[in-house]
């Protein structure tokens, strides 16, 4: 039995992305666009990426929840649901999103192409809610000086973190993911001294090291965001990028995350929201705002190019 062609979920990590987020509109002619946009998706990435080939360029699709009926209607992924806001020492808010195109190459020039060829494709089908232009900064750090991505799952490990499996096996070869945009007070985690910014990130912040069980404090957000079930780490694949605008002070890290199951995900952000034991939160969010939160599916790269005969 031939292995189920995957999205291109564990590209690997580039020095420019599109998060491209859209609403669908309602009706069977703007899911058919959308469907036949699925079909050829492929086909348009391999396009646009032969101009330049060492560029890597892919594209990730991802698929809400409200919009997965409409489209493709039953079955559905088990897992799918809209994003659950989290109300805690901060808030962490649920936003509009029908599909989620995760767009990376070396170069933004690329990105932004196909991006501009997605939009032309489906015209009024989709209104815009939110798209964000992300870049590698410096060695991949985020814009508060610290290295993002560190713990990341590689090869194997990897696929194994953020694949459907056996456990849902009609949607094998999917993936869920999660976005949300963060805004920095730069100014007001600047003024904070280097030693307690490492203690509330959990790493020394230039070399990276992870600080010591005796000196992390429990609030750390690596210490937060570490999930262990029965003795074995429960991974996720995180492809963070830096985004900003300077004339409006803006600076933000757009955090996505892929992992086999949401509910992964989803506990790393009731720890860091609610706390682990509650109370105990994220002191990074006393610094970083996040100002949108979806959730989507990424079906298989096969159950894409037969979208077109779903309707």
């Not at 070869?173 to 600047?190: C, E, M």
């Not at 995180?238 to 086999?260: H, L, P, V, W």
Request: hydrophobic share 40%.
């Amino acid at each position: 039995m031939q292995p189920i062609l995957a999205q291109p979920v564990t590209a690997p990590l580039t020095r420019a992305a599109i998060f491209l987020v859209v609403t669908l509109a309602r009706g069977d002619a703007p899911a058919q666009a959308c469907r036949a946009l699925c079909a050829d998706l492929g086909g348009l990435v391999r396009a646009i990426g032969s101009r330049v080939p060492d560029a890597a360029l892919s594209c990730v699709l991802g698929i809400g929840s409200d919009a997965w009926d409409g489209l493709f209607g039953a079955p559905r992924p088990r897992e799918l649901h809209p994003f659950r806001e989290i109300n805690g020492r901060h808030h962490a808010v649920a936003t509009p999103g029908d599909l989620l195109f995760h767009i990376r190459a070396a170069r933004q020039d690329l990105c932004f192409e196909l991006a501009t060829h997605i939009m032309r494709r489906l015209g009024d089908a989709v209104t815009g809610a939110d798209e964000v232009h992300g870049f590698t900064y410096f060695d991949n750090r985020d814009l508060i000086g610290f290295v993002d991505g560190t713990e990341n799952p590689v090869g194997q490990a990897a696929l194994d973190a953020t694949l459907v499996g056996a456990e849902d096996p009609v949607f094998a070869g999917g993936s869920y993911v999660i976005v949300q945009k963060y805004l920095h007070d730069l100014r007001g985690w600047n003024a904070v001294p280097e030693a307690e910014q490492e203690k509330i990130v959990g790493r020394s912040k230039q070399s990276n090291i992870e600080l010591d069980d005796a000196t992390k404090p429990s609030y750390a957000h690596n210490a937060l965001t570490s999930l262990v079930e029965d003795g074995r780490e429960l991974e996720i694949l995180r492809d963070n990028m830096s985004f900003g605008d300077a004339a409006k002070g803006e600076f933000g890290t757009y955090f996505i995350g892929y992992a086999c199951s949401p509910s992964r995900i989803e506990k790393m952000l009731e720890n860091m929201f609610i706390g682990n034991p509650p109370g105990n939160y994220d002191r990074l969010l006393d610094f970083s705002t996040a100002v949108t939160g979806a959730l989507f599916f990424v079906p298989s790269a096969e159950f894409l190019e037969k979208a077109a005969g779903a309707d």
